[in-house]
């Protein structure tokens, strides 16, 4: 299965060397912009997979918040539900979509009709619950999607993508076709040893050397960093991959309450503890990212057209 996977993105380098081989010869290509300009003008999104090695962590409630508080910061956000077969970010933000992702590999939509608009003028591209043949595309379909997002003429500049849990062939896909990998964990045992499982998996078979860290319903700080200290530690000593904590965001019961009433608690309780870490996460990240991208020698592919267009190379 893990050969397949491989396969699969060896496809899409091919894909991805066929498109640039083909472009017009002498094309002018824009000049070279500062991780400013880029972010301002939205010329290259910033992509981003939040995924766990158990469910059940918090990830999509964190995915939501990130994005809006993005989007409060006037970025233009899409979410990408890629928990094909169990989606829940419609769920979580109280949204009805009509269409799904499913449509789109129909062949019966495209994805400006299937994109729905969610709080904070963020874009949700929602997935279908209950679908047990997307739990597990096969390589074609995989390959299908992509090529649907990469030739979508949009302009966001941050792309969330909600991945499933644990280490299905769909869960590596997309970690594997985004820029910066966000796994988030909680003090749990279980939790924290399926972190390290995934981190293991896409280390040893995919080369994947950098990770950010989330650590979720905790009491403090000091919890969060116990946690960080536990993964890095092992990742360091036996796999040698670079573990960077990002934050960690505190039990909170008033996030609960909003996830039962269908709103973000970024929303609904902007002055709760879970909200101010959501936002101060949020004005991190975006800090970071216009200093610096990582460099673990993947080739990546969401927008992999936009990148090449702009003169640019994924994380460089």
Do not use: C
């Amino acid at each position: 299965m893990i050969d397949d996977l491989d396969t699969q993105m060896a496809t899409l380098k091919e894909l991805v060397a066929n498109k640039q081989a083909s472009a017009e010869p002498g094309a002018a290509k824009s000049a070279v912009l500062s991780p400013e300009d880029r972010l301002n003008q939205r010329k290259v999104p910033y992509t981003v997979a939040v995924t766990s090695g158990k469910g059940g962590v918090g990830k999509t409630v964190a995915t939501v918040n990130l994005a809006l508080n993005f989007a409060k910061h006037g970025l233009k956000v899409l979410l990408i539900d890629a928990d094909l077969g169990l989606a829940n970010i419609d769920v979580v933000l109280g949204l009805s979509p009509e269409h799904t992702i499913q449509d789109v590999l129909s062949g019966e939509m495209s994805l400006d009709e299937v994109a729905v608009e969610g709080p904070e003028g963020i874009t949700v591209l929602p997935a279908a619950s209950g679908v047990a043949e997307l739990s597990n595309l096969d390589e074609t379909q995989r390959l299908a999607l992509m090529d649907h997002i990469d030739r979508w003429n949009t302009d966001f500049d941050v792309v969330l993508v909600d991945t499933g849990a644990g280490i299905s062939p769909n869960v590596r896909f997309f970690v594997l076709a985004v820029e910066r990998i966000m796994v988030v964990a909680t003090p749990d045992p279980a939790s924290v040893t399926d972190a390290y499982a995934l981190m293991k998996v896409m280390f040893l078979n995919h080369r994947v050397t950098n990770f950010d860290l989330l650590v979720n319903q905790v009491q403090s700080r000091e919890e969060a960093l116990d946690v960080y200290r536990t993964l890095n530690k092992v990742l360091e000593q036996f796999l040698n991959i670079g573990l960077n904590f990002v934050g960690f965001i505190p039990q909170d019961p008033q996030l609960g309450q909003a996830t039962r009433k269908q709103q973000a608690v970024t929303q609904l309780f902007p002055e709760a503890p879970a909200s101010k870490a959501f936002a101060g996460l949020a004005g991190r990240l975006l800090k970071s990212w216009v200093h610096n991208r990582h460099d673990d020698g993947r080739l990546t592919f969401f927008w992999r057209k936009l990148l090449d267009d702009s003169g640019t190379t994924p994380n460089s």
